[in-house]
Structures are given as C-alpha cells and as structure tokens.
C-alpha cells in the first residue's frame, strides 16, 4: 500500500481525505462546511462569521427601534383601510425587506448573530402595539387582553400582513449583502 489512510481530525476513527481549503485540516463529512467558496472546517467558518458578525449593542437598539416602529405605522394603516388580501401580500414583501434594509443602512450594515431574529421579533411586537395606538386613543382606555386577540384573530389580513413582514425583514438580515 502506498497510499497512507487519513482520518478527521475531530473523529479520529472516520478516515477521509477532505481537507478544509482555508487551513487544510483534515475533516469528515460531519465536520465539513459547504460555503460558497468550497469545503471548510468548523473553526474557520466561526472564524469568517467574526469577521462579518461586527454588530454592537446599539445596533440592536437601532434594529429593533426602526423595525418596531416602522412595522407598527404599517400595521395601524393596513388594519385602517380596508385593502384586500392580495394587495397585502405584494404590499407586505418590500415593506418588510425596505424596513430592514433602512435598519442595516442606520447601523452601517453591522450584522449581529441576534439581528435576524430582533428584527422579527420588533416587527411583530411593533405591529401589535401599532394595532393597540389607535383603538387607545379612540377609547381612551387600554383594552382587555380578551379584545386584543381577538382584534388579531378576528382579522387573518393582519396575521398575514405582520407574518410575511417579520419573516421579510428576518431574510434580509439573513442575506450576506
Ligand atoms: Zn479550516
Ligand atoms: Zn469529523
């Protein structure tokens, strides 16, 4: 035999041949990454994401202060005016995309591991407070638990509205661009 049998580095029991193109570890299929630009290891993948994830606290707020608030305006309009559901859905698409891309311009595109998910997270939030203003301030009272589900429930536009938002703003975070 000339060949001489390599195994992963991690799992020293599976062979295999397939180097990490950055570092050129030794790693089976278990501990591979596929990225874009070929096969790597784990620690070098972390190592990248790094690199990329350079948002600081105050970004957070930032994203989760533009994506609140813009997602609540929205909601309270689209909740107002009685458009039909066909027109949210094409509505809701750039809506939730230029909402989070107006956050990532704010914060000079820093991305954190958490971005994705404050963004959702505030545009939900933010649609149901943007939902809650206007019946407030016409009552002028808070209304019961019992009323604002069934505010949400009663209308499916708005589930599909903040829905397609939240997860639009959560994909361009995602993006790597
Ligand atoms: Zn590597
Ligand atoms: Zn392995």
Redesign the pocket.
Known sequence: MSEQLTY????PD?E?SLRCNKCNRL??P??AVSTPVGYRCKQCVRQQDDKFFTAGQNDYVVIAAVCGILSGIATAIIQQIGIPLLFIIFAAIPVGGGIAELALRLTKRRRGRQSAKIAAASVVVGAIIGMLVPTIITYQMFPPLELIWLMFVADFRLILFVGILAYFAYSRFKMRA
Do not use: G, L, N, S
Request: with cysteine; proline share 0%; aromatic share 0%.
């Open positions: 992963c580095e991690v799992h599976r295999t790693m089976c278990d501990c």
